[in-house]
C-alpha cells in the first residue's frame, strides 16, 4: 500500500491536444529522466561506500585495539618483583594479577575476533548491496538508456521531414503548384506522419521503460534502506558483544581483587616468615638474661667491689663505687650504675706499685699513683696518698686485707690523726720515715721491721719481695735523695 501510494503520488505528464507546430518534436531532452535515475543511484552507492569504510575503518581500529591491549598486557605479564612475598594460593595479590593478565589477554583477543568478524560478516553485506546499486545503474544505462537514445533518433528523423515538408509547401507556392511528384507536400506530409509514429512509438516505449524503473526504484530503495539496517544491526551485535566481553572481564578483575580478604597476605606474610618476624608474645630482652663469650672468666671477677668513701681536699669524705680487681687495680667509679653511662673509672690504682697502710678502725690509706691516664700523663703524675673510709671496721679489714694481697707494698702507717697503738708500730712508722728503729745496733743496716716479711705474705705471690725490700737494704746511713725519690718520699700528697 505505501508503495502504491508513494506511486500515486509521483509527478506524470499528461497528454494534451495542441495545435502548436513545434509540439509534435518536444523541446526536451529524453535522457534527462535516466540521468536523474543514474543520480539518485550514485548517491546510494556514496551511501554504501560510505558505510563501507566505516566498517572497514572500524575492523582496523578493533585491530589495533587488540595490538595495544598486548601492549598492555606486557606491563604485567612479568612474574611480580619480590612475588614471595605474596601468596600463590589463589585469593591473594598473586592470584589477582593472573587474573588481569588473562582478562586482559581476553579483551585482546576479543578485540582480534570483532575485527575478524566484522571483516568476514558485516562488511561483505554491505559489498554485495554496493554491486546491487551498480548492476542497478548498469541495467538503466542499458534499458531506460538505450531507450531514451532511440527516442533522439526518431525525434531528429521527423524533425528532418517536417523542415523538408516545409522547404517544399514554400517551393509549392512559390512555384504556382508546379513540383515534382516525389516531392509533392501532399506525400511528404504522409512521410512525416510515419516518422512521427516511429518516434512517438519510440517515446512510449521509452517512457513505459522509465514508468517500470521509477515503479521499481520504490522497491529497491526499500531493499537499499533494509539491507542498511540488517547491516548495522549486525555492526551493533558484533561490536555490542565485543562491549559486552570487555566489560565482564573488567568487572572479573574487580571482583577478583574486592574478593580478597584485608588480611590474607598479612597472613600469609606471617606463616611464611614466622620465623623471622617478632613474636609479639614473646617477653623483652633484658641484659641480666643475656650471655657471652668470657662472660664468666676469672679476670672479670672483682676480688672485692662495693661503696667505700674518699677523702677529698676539703677534708670531706664522698662516696663511690670501687673494686678490686685480678688485674690488681683499685678502679673508683662515680656508682655501680653500668646502664646509664659507661662506666670508666675515674681513677685506677695498680696496687703493685702502691702502698697500703694500717688500718684504724674504718680507715686505711693507699699511697699510689693514678694509672688510668695516658703514658706520658701517668709519667708525669704525682704519687698520692688517697685516705678511704669502710661502713664498718669489718668492711675495712676485708678491704685492707684483699688490697694488701696485691699491693706493692705494706706497713703499719695509720692513717692521719691516728697515734700508733704499740712499739712496733712506732718502729714501723720511724722506719717508713727513715730513722732507725730502737733496738736496731747490731743490725747490718737493715729496717728492724717485720714489715718486709709481711709485705711479702701479702702479696700472695704477686711481685718480687726483694724488689720491695730494695728501698730499706744499706749499711744504716741516711737515703740519698735518688733513693728517697725511688721510694716515694717527698713527692706524695695527703688528702
Not at 548517491?43 to 585495539?65: I, P
Not at 612474574?79 to 614471595?84: D, F, R, Y
Not at 597476605?265 to 614466622?274: T, Y
Request: glycine share 8%; hydrophobic share 30%.
Amino acid at each position: 500500500m505505501a508503495t502504491t501510494s508513494a506511486q500515486n503520488t509521483l509527478p506524470t505528464r499528461t497528454t494534451t491536444s495542441s495545435t502548436d507546430p513545434d509540439d509534435a518534436i518536444p523541446d526536451e531532452d529524453s535522457s534527462e529522466t535516466t540521468k536523474l535515475f543514474n543520480e539518485r543511484l550514485a548517491a546510494w552507492k556514496h551511501a554504501c561506500g560510505y558505510l563501507e569504510d566505516y566498517v572497514t575503518s572500524t575492523e582496523k581500529m578493533q585491530h589495533a585495539h587488540g595490538k595495544e591491549y598486548e601492549k598492555v598486557l606486557k606491563t604485567v605479564n612479568h612474574p611480580l618483583k619480590e612475588g614471595h612475598h605474596f601468596e600463590q594460593n589463589l585469593g591473594g595479590i598473586a592470584g589477582l594479577f593472573d587474573n588481569i593478565r588473562t582478562n586482559t589477554q581476553g579483551i585482546s583477543n576479543s578485540h582480534y575476533e570483532t575485527a575478524k568478524t566484522l571483516k568476514g560478516s558485516v562488511l561483505p553485506i554491505f559489498e554485495r548491496l554496493h554491486s546491487e546499486l551498480k548492476n542497478k545503474t548498469k541495467e538503466l544505462s542499458k534499458g531506460a538508456g538505450k531507450g531514451g537514445k532511440l527516442v533522439d533518433k526518431a525525434r531528429n528523423t521527423s524533425q528532418k521531414h517536417i523542415e523538408y515538408l516545409g522547404q517544399h509547401t514554400a517551393a509549392f507556392d512559390s512555384s504556382a503548384g508546379s513540383v515534382k511528384a516525389n516531392d509533392d507536400p501532399y506525400v511528404i506530409q504522409r512521410q512525416v506522419y510515419h516518422r512521427l509514429n516511429k518516434q512517438v512509438l519510440e517515446e512510449n516505449s521509452n517512457r513505459d521503460d522509465l514508468l517500470s524503473v521509477q515503479n521499481s526504484f520504490a522497491q529497491f530503495e526499500a531493499h537499499v534502506v533494509s539491507t542498511f539496517q540488517t547491516g548495522l544491526a549486525q555492526f551493533n551485535a558484533v561490536l555490542q558483544n565485543q562491549t559486552e566481553q570487555a566489560r565482564s572481564m573488567y568487572g572479573d578483575m574487580l571482583g577478583t581483587a574486592q574478593r580478597i580478604q584485608p588480611d590474607f597476605e598479612w597472613n600469609g606474610f606471617i606463616k611464611r616468615n614466622g620465623s623471622t618476624l617478632i613474636d609479639p608474645r614473646a617477653p623483652k630482652r633484658s641484659v641480666e638474661s643475656l650471655g657471652f663469650a668470657n662472660q664468666d672468666h676469672r679476670s672479670t671477677k672483682a676480688l672485692i667491689a662495693g661503696s667505700l668513701e674518699k677523702k677529698g681536699k676539703l677534708k670531706s669524705y664522698t662516696t663511690a663505687f670501687y673494686a678490686v680487681t685480678p688485674a690488681k687495680y683499685l678502679h673508683e667509679f662515680k656508682t655501680d650504675d653500668d646502664f646509664a653511662k659507661d662506666p670508666s673509672p675515674e681513677n685506677s690504682l695498680y696496687l703493685p706499685d702502691c702502698v697500703i697502710g694500717a688500718v684504724d678502725g674504718t680507715k686505711f690509706n693507699v699511697r699510689g699513683k693514678d694509672a688510668g691516664k695516658s703514658a706520658i700523663l701517668s709519667k708525669m703524675a704525682m704519687t698520692h696518698e688517697y685516705a678511704f673510709r669502710a661502713h664498718t671496721p669489718q668492711d675495712a679489714e676485708r678491704w685492707h686485707a684483699v688490697i694488701a694481697s696485691v699491693a706493692g707494698i705494706s706497713n703499719n702507717e695509720l692513717p692521719d690523726g691516728s697515734a700508733p697503738n704499740s712499739p712496733a708500730g712506732a718502729e714501723k712508722s720511724a722506719a717508713w720515715h727513715g730513722a732507725p728503729a730502737a733496738g736496731a745496733a747490731g743490725t747490718t743496716g737493715a729496717f728492724a721491721s717485720p714489715t718486709h716479711a709481711g709485705t711479702t705474705a701479702g702479696v700472695g705471690g704477686y711481685g718480687d719481695p726483694a724488689a720491695a725490700q730494695a728501698p730499706f737494704a744499706g749499711s744504716g746511713a741516711p737515703l740519698s735523695t735518688a733513693e728517697k725519690e725511688a721510694a716515694g718520699y717527698g713527692s706524695e700528697k695527703r688528702y
